[in-house]
Nanobody
């Protein structure tokens, strides 16, 4: 129903930057919220950042001003990551809450396949 294509992960040295992108397509009436989560080996998946359809943003406490989430249209979200640390190493997942029918205000959650971010110290 909804497909998410992520890109932008890779290997970077500590202090460097990466930009992740996620494009949504499919049976979409509207997107309520687009988010990035991450999961490191042996750790729980955690919220990195989210942005609502109205532009409100929310960040995990560990971000501390280093990351910025943005949208350039209704279906593409970016995560600009600066001053990367080795502890930012994880698989980063795009998540969208999408209305797939106009008859219900609440949406469904869909996940991307994940993109690996590795920060070398």
């Amino acid at each position: 129903q909804v497909q998410l294509v992520e890109s932008g992960g890779g290997l970077v040295q500590a202090g460097g930057s990466l930009r992740l992108s996620c494009a949504a397509s499919g049976s979409i009436v509207s997107i309520n919220r687009m988010s990035w989560y991450r999961q490191a080996p042996g750790q729980q998946r955690e919220l990195v950042a989210s942005i609502t359809s109205g532009g409100s943003t929310n960040y995990g406490d560990f971000v501390k001003g280093r990351f910025t989430i943005s949208r350039d249209n209704e279906k593409t979200v970016y995560l600009q990551m600066n001053s990367l640390l080795s502890e930012d190493t994880a698989v980063y997942y795009c998540n969208v809450n999408v209305r797939i029918t106009p008859f219900r205000a609440t949406g469904n959650d869909f996940w991307g396949q994940g993109t690996q971010v590795t920060v070398s110290s």
